[in-house]
């Protein structure tokens, strides 16, 4: 069993038009189950690390420069809601992979850190290559394996709902495919194509979060991708706090 079991994500959604974070960004909830052993390392005043795992937008394509993908923006707001604490999210995308490239490096570029969390983002170069979901599923399945023989937490991150990724044929199979395994596995799972439709529901429109490429999120989509997902975080853990103005 994981060291830190997160369980399913739990939904309870608050967008609406007149209601935004300090960021400009809709408010919506999203409750993680408590996660104790991450809880517990920042109560014993180690260090907590964090790796973010996925492809071009966990890398940041689309952002202006690398300190507005969502991983930085992540970092920078544990750090302020948990001061004195050493905190630090890496930034294990690389754009273009699929979930097989990204198993190849697991060793090295995430389990090398010792992380107390994983957030694992996938499916979408699937979604884009018209990839057997047989073989996606497999691989996620063989990665929440050593993840969870390793001891470590993870939260699997679903795909953006941008139109290049929802015109390619079967998109939708792959968000199904991570849902279905975080019950499964008892993981967590971020919904970002929910989430996507929840700021537009609260007034931020798809248009205004994607760059022109039609694809990757941009400075703004990735600000609000982080801020929603430190909140989680932060609630997790125990914490009470204001996460730009949550």
């Not at 960004?25 to 993680?32: G, I, N, Q, Y």
């Not at 975080?182 to 989430?195: D, N, Q, S």
Request: charged residues 20%.
């Amino acid at each position: 069993m994981m060291r830190v079991w997160l369980g399913l994500l739990m939904l309870l959604a608050s967008a609406t038009s007149g209601s935004a974070s300090m960021g400009g960004c809709p408010r919506v909830s999203l409750t993680l189950p408590p996660l104790h052993g991450l809880r517990a390392e920042i109560a014993a005043g180690r260090p907590v690390t964090i790796v973010a795992l996925g492809s071009s937008s966990t890398e940041g394509a689309g952002a202006s420069r690398p300190e507005a993908a969502y991983p930085a923006l992540l970092e920078t707001l544990l750090r302020r809601a948990l001061p004195g604490r050493e905190v630090s999210v890496i930034n294990a995308g690389r754009s273009g992979e699929t979930t097989a490239e990204m198993l190849a490096r697991l060793d090295r570029d995430v389990l090398a850190h010792r992380p107390g969390l994983v957030v694992w983002q996938a499916g979408a170069n699937e979604a884009l290559k018209d990839s057997d979901p047989a073989v996606f599923a497999a691989q996620v399945q063989a990665g929440l394996g050593r993840l969870d023989a390793a001891g470590v937490a993870v939260v699997l991150m679903d795909n953006q709902r941008a139109p290049r990724i929802l015109q390619a044929a079967g998109s939708a199979r792959f968000p199904e495919i991570l849902s279905r395994l975080a019950r499964e596995r008892r993981v967590a799972l971020f919904p970002r194509g929910w989430l996507m439709s929840a700021w537009a529901e609260g007034g931020l429109p798809s248009a205004e979060v994607l760059s022109p490429d039609g694809l990757h999120h941009n400075d703004r989509g990735y600000a609000c991708l982080a801020e929603a997902l430190a909140g989680a975080v932060l609630e997790a853990v125990g914490v009470r706090t204001m996460v730009a103005g949550r």
